[in-house]
T-cell receptor, first 116, second 113 residues
């Protein structure tokens, strides 16, 4: 089944403790992206990747890191999480690459992160 | 830079129509529309690429007015299954913005029996 898989679904952690949210897709998509969703603010883009080893900042990249060493994986890293990073996170992918505007995004099921 | 959606929320009875607007202050290259049901991931509805383009998907259709930098989503004869939050996602002209899909804040639609 074609899908985007995020893990974990729920995560509660403490301020400053490094964490990684994994994202994997099995559709051979070039484009992958991370979003955070907060009430009233919609989906805000954190980082995106047009292909392997190519990543770029979205609108809210502060406090996050990403890497794209393989086409299928795009982990989101929070080196020192803070309470203002408590949010619902979505990973998404599409065929696009340089033509991301022409391809629908497939979203993972989300990761609800709480930082205390 | 974030597109503005209106209205923020709408309540309908089954069979009624609704229009959701997505407006941008910058020239748009493309507009995506997605629907998200409570507790689930957003699901793709359609993409519009050209100014003036219109698309349909069952009883849901959309238009893209490039000059007005605006897209509208039309829900006709709404069904209970249409309930959810609708997001527009926009890409702007300019190579530095390619790949940056910026979403609006969402419009919550509730369809009642």
């Amino acid at each position: 089944e074609a899908q985007v898989t995020q893990n974990p679904r729920y995560l509660i952690t403490v301020t400053g403790k490094k964490l990684t949210v994994t994202c994997s897709q099995n559709m051979n998509h070039e484009y992958m992206s991370w979003y955070r969703q907060d009430p009233g603010l919609g989906l805000r883009q954190i980082y995106y990747s047009m292909n392997v080893e190519v990543t770029d900042k979205g609108d809210v990249p502060e406090g996050y890191k990403v890497s794209r060493k393989e086409k299928r994986n795009f982990p989101l890293i929070l080196e020192s999480p803070s309470p203002n990073q408590t949010s619902l996170y979505f990973c998404a992918s599409s065929f696009g690459g340089a033509y991301s505007y022409n391809s629908p995004l497939h979203f993972g099921n989300g990761t609800r992160l709480t930082v205390t | 830079q974030q597109p503005v959606q209106s209205p923020q929320a709408v309540i309908l009875r089954e069979g009624e129509d609704a229009v959701i607007n997505c407006s941008s202050s910058k020239a748009l290259y493309s507009v995506h529309w997605y629907r998200q049901k409570h507790g689930e991931a957003p699901v793709f509805l359609m993409i519009l690429l050209k100014g003036g383009e219109q698309k349909g998907h069952d009883k849901i259709s959309a238009s893209f007015n490039e000059k007005k930098q605006q897209s509208s989503l039309y829900l006709t004869a709404s069904q209970l299954s249409y309930s959810g939050t609708y997001f527009c996602g926009t890409e702007f002209y300019g190579s530095s913005n390619t790949g940056k899909l910026i979403f609006g804040q969402g419009t919550t639609l509730q369809v009642k029996p």
